[in-house]
Each structure stands twice: as C-alpha cells, then as structure tokens.
C-alpha cells in the first residue's frame, strides 16, 4: 500500500479571508494555526493542525463552494457544546441524519465551506 494517511485538507476562501479564517478556526473551533512555509507566503491564506492532519485554507478568486455534499468531517469532544458554540457565533448549523455510534451535525465556516462535526456516542 502506498497511502499511510492524510497530510492535509484544503478549502478555498475570498481573497482577504485570513481574520475571519482565524476567527473561526482558532477562535470558535480552538486549532492552533501553523506557520506557512516562506515560499507559500505570499499566496495569502492561514494555515491550521487539526491533530494529525493539517487544514490549509487558501484564497481563490470567483471560487465557490463544491455541492452540497462535498465536506470535511473533523472527530470533535462534545459535538453539543461546540455546536452551541458555533450557534450563539451566528454559524449555520444543520442537522446530520443519525448514524448509529456517533453525535454529529453539520456547520458551514465563514465562506460556505461545509464541516461534519463527529463525536463517538
């Protein structure tokens, strides 16, 4: 086997989304940014460590959101408090249809990009 994981998640934001993306990421959801390798800089965009796999957002021009069933699910400690959370910060919030073993909801970040939210039950 060739793949012995996942190095990183990419979305796209509007130019210029770095403070919301802080915001969000940091401020609402609690990852801790990482620094940008010097040769990425200057393309914009924020860096974060989700545990073992990164979450790079980047600025893209015109770009849009994939469908509506395009997603990143990220394992979370109390799915509940988080989505209280994100509701009382203003964030779109949508329930997930059950799955057996599992607390989960759906949330959208500033610029549309949809996020699974799972906890073990």
């Not at 990220?74 to 203003?90: I, S």
Request: aromatic share 10%; charged share 25%.
């Amino acid at each position: 086997m060739f793949i012995s994981g996942v190095h990183h998640i990419q979305l796209t934001a509007p130019p210029g989304c770095e403070p919301d993306a802080r915001a969000f990421y940091i401020g609402l959801l609690g990852l801790d940014e990482i620094p940008k390798p010097r040769s990425l800089q200057d393309r914009g965009g924020v860096w974060f460590r989700t545990g073992n796999c990164d979450l790079h957002i980047s600025p893209r021009e015109n770009d849009t959101p994939p469908g509506t069933n395009w997603h990143v699910a990220l394992r979370v400690k109390n799915a509940e408090a988080l989505r209280r959370k994100l509701q009382e910060a203003g964030a779109r919030i949508d329930p997930a249809p059950e799955i057996p073993g599992w607390k989960r909801f759906f949330g959208y970040d500033p610029f549309g990009n949809k996020l699974e939210f799972l906890e073990i039950a």
